[in-house]
């Protein structure tokens, strides 16, 4: 299965993105999926998760202000982002754990590719 992520661009502080991961080749409705970042220097970070039964994790970082959902008619898993700062500033990548709950995403998953992601550029 590959994953695909989109929706990224450059947008002003306070502003919203919805990011898009999309899954072809097969389904991951049966996978936890989980959104990292990396900015430039720093190590990728565990964004959001969202179990196969649709619980969600958030980093402190974006609690109240970032949003992970799922379609799994749609077989994608999406990342509503409000109220973005300069400090969200990362390339974003979606990957599927290894299993169906929270806990199988982090440590991320040593298997599949991380895909080029989508690069989010917040200015001031």
């Known amino acids: 299965v590959q994953l695909q992520a989109s929706g990224g661009g450059l947008v002003q502080a306070g502003g919203s993105l919805r990011l898009s991961c999309a899954a072809s080749?097969?389904?991951?409705?049966?996978?936890?999926v989980g959104w990292y970042r990396q900015a430039p220097g720093k190590q990728r970070e565990l964004v959001a998760g969202i179990s196969s039964g649709g619980s969600t994790n958030y980093a402190d970082s974006v609690k109240g202000r970032f949003t992970i959902s799922r379609d799994k008619t749609k077989n994608t898993v999406y990342l509503q982002m409000n109220s973005l700062k300069p400090e969200d500033t990362a390339v974003y990548y979606c990957k599927r754990g290894d299993g169906n709950t929270l806990a199988a995403l982090s440590p991320p998953s040593p298997f599949g590719s991380w895909g080029q992601g989508t690069l989010v550029t917040v200015f001031s």
């Open positions: 080749g097969g389904t991951f409705n049966f996978y936890a």
